[in-house]
Nanobody, 124 residues
Framework: VQLQASGGGLVQAGGSLRLACAVS????????IGWFRQAPGEEREGVSC????????NYAHFVKGRFTISRDNAKNTVYLQMNNLRPEDTAVYYC??????????????????WGQGTQVTVSS
């Protein structure tokens, strides 16, 4: 299983970015894709997740109303639309795959496969 995260960059506060996570190398009927982030000196934290089969989603409280996760099953790609970005959103963003999801949980230990990360920097 391979995950390729892309779409990061530098943006001013209040701006938007859309991250993409392309998944390949597997055949699964159902899985969950989670987005996580890690800022320098901080622990990795869960941001959002989506289940492939029913599209159920979950968000961390600090991104609710600003970030939207979506999927394109035909392209095996999950997107994270990030609006109204804040300087505290600055981090490396990772996508990961849970091959046996029980609901949609942004708990890092549930995810077995990880992408390489993409840097998001929000300037004030």
């Amino acid at each position: 299983v391979q995950l390729q995260a892309s779409g990061g960059g530098l943006v001013q506060a209040g701006g938007s970015l859309r991250l993409a996570c392309a998944v390949s190398g597997f055949t699964l009927d159902n899985y969950a894709i989670g987005w996580f982030r890690q800022a320098p000196g901080e622990e990795r934290e869960g941001v959002s997740c989506i289940v492939s089969s029913d599209g159920s989603t979950n968000y961390a409280h600090f991104v609710k109303g600003r970030f939207t996760i979506s999927r394109d099953n035909a392209k095996n790609t999950v997107y994270l639309q990030m609006n109204n970005l804040r300087p505290e959103d600055t981090a490396v963003y990772y996508c990961a795959l849970d091959s046996s999801p029980y609901g949609c949980l942004v708990v890092a230990g549930l995810y077995s496969y990880w992408g390489q990360g993409t840097q998001v920097t929000v300037s004030s």
